[in-house]
């Protein structure tokens, strides 16, 4: 039988310790690793959501929007384009050819500070 607190502690421990890696990562100027690590953290919240809802193991997709429907997850209109954001940079390190626009450190710190506050509301949602 599958311990479902074990399944969401896991994402939310993998989830907060992805946080401060993105934040090391921005620091340091390394940009799109940085924005990659902000979608990981996300798609662990939500994935913890996800194992709440439906008491199964989350799906191995890395779609945030798929899996916020899966979660039943009712985000505003804002968090929603973020989530579109987010996808943008999923795709790093999985195909060589995938080489996206990057924003200037400005935008990049806002998005960096966007993921620390919907993971701080995906936390208390649980």
């Not at 921005?26 to 990981?40: A, M, P, S, V, Y």
């Not at 998005?111 to 993971?119: H, S």
Request: glycine share 4%; charged share 25%; net charge neutral.
């Amino acid at each position: 039988m599958l311990n479902i607190q074990k399944q969401i502690n896991y994402w939310i421990t993998g989830a907060e310790d992805d946080i401060e890696t993105a934040g090391l990562l921005i620091r340091e100027k390394r940009t799109l690793h940085g924005l990659f690590f902000c979608h990981l953290v996300i798609e662990k919240a939500i994935k913890a959501h996800v194992v709440k809802k439906i008491g199964e193991v989350a799906p191995r997709t890395h779609n945030l929007i798929y899996l916020a429907e899966q979660a039943e997850l009712d985000f505003d209109d804002s968090a929603q384009i973020f989530l579109g954001i987010l996808m943008k940079y999923q795709l790093q390190g999985r195909y060589p050819d995938y080489n996206p626009v990057l924003p200037d450190q400005i935008k990049v710190n806002e998005y960096f500070n966007k993921t620390k506050e919907l993971l701080q509301w995906l936390k208390m949602k649980l």
